[in-house]
């Protein structure tokens, strides 16, 4: 098979290795992209090689759409090699990635550790699903030492799952921690490694199991769903892609082959939002109306220390919490007025968004309590200077 691309390596930067990620071994024919594959049928040239074909499941073999194809293949390598794991599995959506593990390690019986500050509809599998088949959930406070995490784990705990930063409230769990304590139980740990795409290389830090929310900054462009699992070693990856088979997930080609094309320019719009999220975010923490700026890079935050041992960067998405003379709809009014922040679920792409957060997120483990009304942004590509004259003329929408 013909490698089109010069082999990565891990010695050489992130950049470089996006460019090249995934390339190896897709017949393009000398043409920079894949093309997208589509189909469910996979020909055979004889029964005996379809036979032999079905012993493949586990690897990267056609079989049958279900099995993907070349474009799923190569987009999968490439989330791999970001994550720093042994293999990847794409699927339809983020909150499908979060659904397939849970599944895969949990069965009637057993005991679930969900951080209080988890995605909400990752909340709703476990008080929805999980809860009906008899499996039992405990939300943590997510910011949990090592003994307060140790003392957690019951003898029927089978997942310790984590999402660090913590959704709409960025709490840093101390991942290292955490992974001590489950493996010496032999409970496996998930991670919603969605806001550290990059910046955190989960394997490293313990965790078994790294889910992405693709829909984010992979496709950057508000336009695709899709979610991946990824594993680093060939029993969890059995457990993943044994689960994700049985539940019939799968991923749409045409997706892929969007995300595919929106991965290459990743890392420069990284640190472009990157930038632009920091400058914004230290703009706003000196502003009187504002309590607090959850960024964990802002050497504020509570969990900084944690945040700079274990990140090499940050993405622009960021909590921010107002001074509790303000009521909720006074945020609401100032969101109202942003002109260049659209109002909308998710993130991670070229656009600015702004949502207000208080009142409409779950906590159950006491760490609710944030002592004023709070928004979140994600901050895009436009010109930070724009962005913050669009700010200052809505924080003068807030009540003297
Ligand atoms: C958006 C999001 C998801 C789910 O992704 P979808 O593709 O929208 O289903 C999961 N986890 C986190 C942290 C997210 O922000």
Same mark, same amino acid.
């Given at each position: 098979?013909?490698?089109?691309?010069?082999?990565?390596?891990?010695?050489?930067?992130?950049?470089?290795?996006?460019?090249?990620?995934?390339?190896?071994?897709?017949?393009?024919?000398?043409?920079?992209?894949?093309?997208?594959?589509?189909?469910?049928?996979?020909?055979?040239?004889?029964?005996?090689?379809?036979?032999?074909?079905?012993?493949?499941?586990?690897?990267?073999?056609?079989?049958?759409?279900?099995?993907?194809?070349?474009?799923?293949?190569?987009?999968?390598?490439?989330?791999?090699?970001?994550?720093?794991?042994?293999?990847?599995?794409?699927?339809?959506?983020?909150?499908?990635?979060?659904?397939?593990?849970?599944?895969?390690?949990?069965?009637?019986?057993?005991?679930?550790?969900?951080?209080?500050?988890?995605?909400?509809?990752?909340?709703?599998?476990?008080?929805?699903?999980?809860?009906?088949?008899?499996?039992?959930?405990?939300?943590?406070?997510?910011?949990?030492?090592?003994?307060?995490?140790?003392?957690?784990?019951?003898?029927?705990?089978?997942?310790?799952?984590?999402?660090?930063?913590?959704?709409?409230?960025?709490?840093?769990?101390?991942?290292?921690?955490?992974?001590?304590?489950?493996?010496?139980?032999?409970?496996?740990?998930?991670?919603?490694?969605?806001?550290?795409?990059?910046?955190?290389?989960?394997?490293?830090?313990?965790?078994?199991?790294?889910?992405?929310?693709?829909?984010?900054?992979?496709?950057?462009?508000?336009?695709? @769903?899709? %979610?991946? !699992?990824?594993?680093?070693?060939? =029993?969890?990856?059995?457990?993943? +892609?044994?689960?994700? *088979? &049985?539940?019939?997930?799968?991923?749409?080609?045409?997706?892929?082959?969007?995300?595919?094309?929106?991965?290459?320019?990743?890392?420069?719009?990284?640190?472009?939002?990157?930038?632009?999220?920091?400058?914004?975010?230290?703009?706003?923490?000196?502003?009187?109306?504002?309590?607090?700026?959850?960024?964990?890079?802002?050497?504020?935050?509570?969990?900084?220390?944690?945040?700079?041992?274990?990140?090499?960067?940050?993405?622009? @998405?960021? %909590?921010? !919490?107002?001074?509790?003379?303000? =009521?909720?709809?006074?945020?609401? +009014?100032?969101?109202? *007025? &942003?002109?260049?922040?659209?109002?909308?679920?998710?993130?991670?792409?070229?656009?600015?968004?702004?949502?207000?957060?208080?009142?409409?997120?779950?906590?159950?483990?006491?760490?609710?309590?944030?002592?004023?009304?709070?928004?979140?942004?994600?901050?895009?590509?436009?010109?930070?200077?724009?962005?913050?004259?669009?700010?200052?003329?809505?924080?003068?929408?807030?009540?003297?």
């Amino acid at each position: 098979m013909p490698d089109d691309s010069i082999p990565s390596t891990k010695t050489q930067g992130f950049a470089t290795r996006l460019s090249h990620a995934g390339r190896a071994g897709t017949h393009v024919h000398g043409f920079v992209n894949p093309p997208v594959h589509r189909g469910s049928t996979v020909l055979f040239p004889n029964c005996e090689a379809r036979r032999e074909g079905a012993k493949h499941r586990f690897e990267q073999y056609m079989t049958y759409g279900t099995q993907g194809g070349p474009t799923h293949y190569a987009f999968e390598d490439v989330i791999a090699e970001i994550e720093g794991g042994t293999h990847c599995l794409v699927v339809g959506t983020g909150l499908a990635a979060v659904a397939v593990p849970l599944l895969a390690y949990l069965k009637t019986g057993d005991h679930c550790l969900m951080p209080d500050s988890a995605y909400g509809p990752a909340r709703n599998i476990c008080d929805g699903l999980l809860k009906g088949w008899g499996i039992e959930t405990t939300y943590y406070d997510p910011t949990v030492n090592e003994a307060a995490a140790a003392a957690l784990i019951r003898p029927n705990t089978k997942v310790f799952y984590t999402e660090s930063p913590g959704s709409h409230t960025f709490e840093v769990q101390d991942i290292p921690a955490i992974a001590r304590v489950a493996h010496a139980r032999g409970v496996k740990v998930l991670m919603d490694n969605t806001w550290g795409i990059h910046h955190f290389m989960p394997f490293q830090h313990g965790v078994d199991v790294s889910i992405q929310a693709l829909t984010k900054y992979v496709g950057g462009h508000s336009d695709v @769903l899709l %979610g991946s !699992v990824t594993v680093n070693d060939e =029993a969890d990856w059995r457990a993943v +892609r044994g689960t994700s *088979s &049985l539940l019939g997930q799968y991923a749409s080609p045409d997706d892929v082959w969007l995300a595919l094309r929106g991965v290459r320019t990743m890392a420069v719009r990284l640190k472009r939002q990157e930038a632009s999220g920091l400058e914004v975010a230290r703009w706003l923490e000196g502003r009187p109306e504002v309590k607090q700026v959850m960024h964990p890079a802002l050497p504020g935050h509570p969990q900084h220390a944690i945040w700079k041992r274990d990140f090499t960067g940050a993405c622009s @998405l960021f %909590g921010v !919490v107002f001074q509790p003379r303000y =009521a909720m709809e006074d945020v609401m +009014r100032l969101i109202d *007025s &942003l002109a260049l922040f659209g109002i909308g679920a998710s993130w991670g792409g070229f656009e600015s968004l702004a949502i207000p957060t208080t009142g409409f997120i779950t906590r159950s483990a006491g760490t609710g309590a944030f002592g004023g009304p709070m928004a979140r942004l994600h901050i895009g590509l436009e010109e930070p200077a724009d962005l913050i004259a669009d700010l200052e003329q809505a924080l003068a929408t807030l009540p003297r």
